[in-house]
């Protein structure tokens, strides 16, 4: 072969078509070499056809390689997308108005835009057509949507009872990151063993039917508690709870515990709420608390018995246009009455500790930003509450009390990755920054039973049950959650507060906060999560048990 050329070619230099050429002037003519060189320079997705032919001369044959250019592109055009704009597609695509249309590009923008729509959950997302002509490329998108949703294995639950945790509805264009996380709060409910999703074709292409398989577990049980605290002495109970009582998604619970902290009570509520449906409780309670503590500037002062018989009753809804917030109105009926035991009794705290009557009403606007469809809490949530007790309705106080809270939740994905240990970390159980801050203060005569309370389980873990009382009130709780296998996490923990009393001169001071330091263990069983937390506060240690994370 005396000579190489390429013919045909308008816009692709000859050199780089000839670059992937193996056959080299001066080697012998071979036939199959040729015409794979051909496909070769076919494969480079410029040419729609690419054909080689021979022609003798002195010395040797003259190969020449005839190509036919595909159009130059004049416009990129999509159609039947909806998810994605015109411009966002292509910003995704090499292939532009003025080049040369080359196949293997295009076929690279196409994957490059159905791992976009994968990578946001749109995994049944399809190019349905690509037509070329007059150098337009029209790209038919097909986003399918979901048709009916089928739902079946359910005797006791109502449909519309799973329904209403799905966030996909017929008609949605279907997305699995959304389906996944509706799967887990319907796995979350606690009502079923296993949850399952098939799809079926329609008539429609672009439609397809769900159908979701549910396997109904037990939601009622009846439970026994025994339990022993330092303050408490020992306690135990019976109760029975539903979570789904009559397949309705409401929760009716009854039960009783005797010891010091003697107590009785019955409710039924309906947890749901969206901008729809009405979230409501209604219930009644008994409590005697026998032989209490009360301290006074860090002093035992006096113990004391309480009895409070009350009942209450809740409605609250989601804002319409705003799935975030919320509002919550309770309105709760009690009679309170102290007996002193012994100790140092001032005239001051026998005004506080009258009995009467308390009715008070209090409401609640939430912003809530935590994603519902997560295995774990991830946003933020805020709360702002006035309850405004009522003498003129029947109570015997008139007075406000008003606090905020603030709870906030982040996964700490890069820290995970920079231990490179081998926790119990996963995407869907991951290391846990928790922190919540709680202020409070007040107007008028609160009542004793009535006043802010710091101390326990459930606000500074390294102190005493209600070590402190007061008008006034600042807590903080911050904790590093940290997963040692499915069942079992570590928790590292920090509290600080306090509660003022203006009867004593005391008001809000940061100076005069106190803290507790601990660790904690969360183990998941079949009747909850158990909660056991090791604090060490100013003075001594305390262990505090539970169920459920403190917030």
């Not at 959950?121 to 089928?150: F, H, K, N, S």
């Amino acid at each position: 072969m005396v000579s190489m050329d390429v013919e045909g070619n308008r816009t692709v230099v000859a050199s780089h078509i000839l670059s992937v050429v193996s056959t080299k002037v001066g080697d012998p003519a071979d036939e199959e070499a040729l015409r794979k060189d051909a496909e070769a320079i076919y494969e480079l997705g410029f040419f729609s056809v690419s054909e080689v032919k021979s022609v003798p001369q002195s010395g040797g044959i003259k190969v020449t390689f005839v190509v036919q250019e595909n159009p130059e592109v004049q416009e990129l055009r999509f159609t039947g997308n909806t998810v994605y704009s015109q411009d966002q597609l292509r910003a995704l695509c090499f292939t532009s108005p003025g080049s040369v249309f080359n196949r293997v590009f295009f076929r690279n923008d196409l994957q490059r835009i159905k791992e976009k729509y994968q990578k946001d959950g749109y995994v049944m997302m399809r190019v349905q057509d690509v037509q070329i002509q007059d150098g337009v490329v029209a790209v038919t998108i097909l986003e399918p949507r979901l048709g009916e949703i089928i739902i079946q294995g359910n005797k006791k639950t109502k449909d519309y009872v799973i329904r209403r945790q799905l966030k996909l509805k017929q008609g949605d264009l279907f997305n699995a990151t959304i389906l996944r996380h509706s799967l887990n709060r319907i796995q979350g409910m606690g009502y079923f063993e296993d949850v399952n999703v098939g799809f079926e074709p329609s008539e429609n292409p672009s439609v397809v039917n769900m159908v979701l398989t549910v396997e109904e577990g037990r939601t009622n049980k009846i439970g026994f508690s025994i339990g022993h605290g330092s303050q408490s002495g020992w306690s135990g109970g019976i109760n029975y709870q539903d979570t789904n009582w009559q397949g309705l998604g409401t929760k009716f619970s009854v039960g009783f515990e005797t010891g010091n902290r003697e107590q009785y009570w019955a409710s039924y509520e309906q947890p749901f709420m969206d901008q729809e449906t009405y979230a409501w409780k209604v219930g009644a309670y008994k409590r005697k608390w026998e032989e209490q503590d009360e301290y006074e500037k860090g002093q035992w002062k006096f113990q004391y018995d309480q009895e409070k018989t009350g009942a209450y009753v809740g409605v609250g809804k989601k804002f319409k246009g705003n799935d975030q917030l919320s509002w919550y109105l309770t309105l709760d009926w009690h009679k309170v009455e102290n007996t002193i035991l012994s100790g140092d009794v001032t005239p001051q705290d026998l005004v506080e500790l009258e009995d009467g009557t308390n009715f008070s009403v209090t409401g609640s606007l939430t912003r809530n930003t935590l994603d519902p469809y997560l295995s774990y809490p991830r946003g933020d949530v805020e709360i702002l509450s006035v309850e405004q007790g009522i003498a003129a309705l029947g109570g015997d106080w008139d007075y406000t009390k008003y606090w905020l809270e603030a709870r906030y939740y982040t996964p700490l994905f890069g820290l995970m990755d920079f231990l490179e240990m081998d926790f119990g970390f996963t995407e869907d159980n991951p290391l846990l920054f928790a922190a919540r801050v709680r202020a409070g203060s007040s107007s008028g005569t609160v009542p004793w039973a009535e006043m802010y309370t710091l101390g326990g389980a459930d606000t500074l873990r390294g102190y005493d049950d209600d070590y402190y009382r007061g008008e006034e009130m600042l807590l903080g709780n911050f904790e590093l959650r940290i997963p040692m296998e499915q069942n079992l996490s570590l928790v590292f923990f920090y509290d600080v507060g306090k509660a003022w009393k203006k009867s004593l001169g005391e008001s809000f001071s940061f100076s005069d906060l106190q803290s507790d330091k601990g660790i904690g263990l969360r183990v998941k069983t079949p009747i909850g999560n158990l909660r056991v937390d090791f604090a060490q506060g100013d003075d001594e240690n305390q262990t505090n048990f539970g169920f459920g994370e403190m917030f």
